[in-house]
Nanobody
Framework: QVQLAESGGGLVQAGGSLRLSCAAS????????AAWFRQAPGKEREFVSC?????????YTDAVKGRFTISRDNNAKNTVYLQMNSLKPEDTAVYYC?????????????????WGQGTQVTVSS
């Protein structure tokens, strides 16, 4: 069993930066793929970025390429990060961390077994 806790959300002006963290408890963190999804008001949850268990493979949705960076610490911190730069009002959403096993990495949310509660990111214009 894995429990996830996101942090780092908040209110920022357009052009600013935030770093989201997702701390995982439980065993075998380094064997799980991890991802970030987001859900804006009135919209479906959508894929943002994912990273393989090793950290060697990453994937981004086109809307955030060049602005967001996903990374992970498989050592003492057992944490996945999402560095968000050049934020835009359209990035406003609740951001969710997710993890799953038995696959390398994926943008399909149905594969992910564990989800955090979400953290709100609001970007003002």
């Amino acid at each position: 069993q894995v429990q996830l806790a996101e942090s780092g959300g908040g209110l920022v002006q357009a052009g600013g930066s935030l770093r989201l963290s997702c701390a995982a408890s439980g065993s075998s963190f380094s064997t799980y793929a991890a991802a970030w999804f987001r859900q804006a008001p009135g919209k479906e949850r959508e894929f943002v970025s994912c990273i393989s268990w090793s950290g060697n493979n990453t994937l981004y949705t086109d809307a955030v390429k060049g602005r967001f960076t996903i990374s992970r610490d498989n050592n003492a911190k057992n944490t996945v990060y999402l560095q968000m730069n050049s934020l835009k009002p359209e990035d406003t959403a609740v951001y969710y961390c997710a993890m799953g096993a038995k696959f390398v990495y994926s943008d399909y949310e149905g594969l992910y077994d564990y989800w955090g509660q979400g953290t709100q990111v609001t970007v003002s214009s």
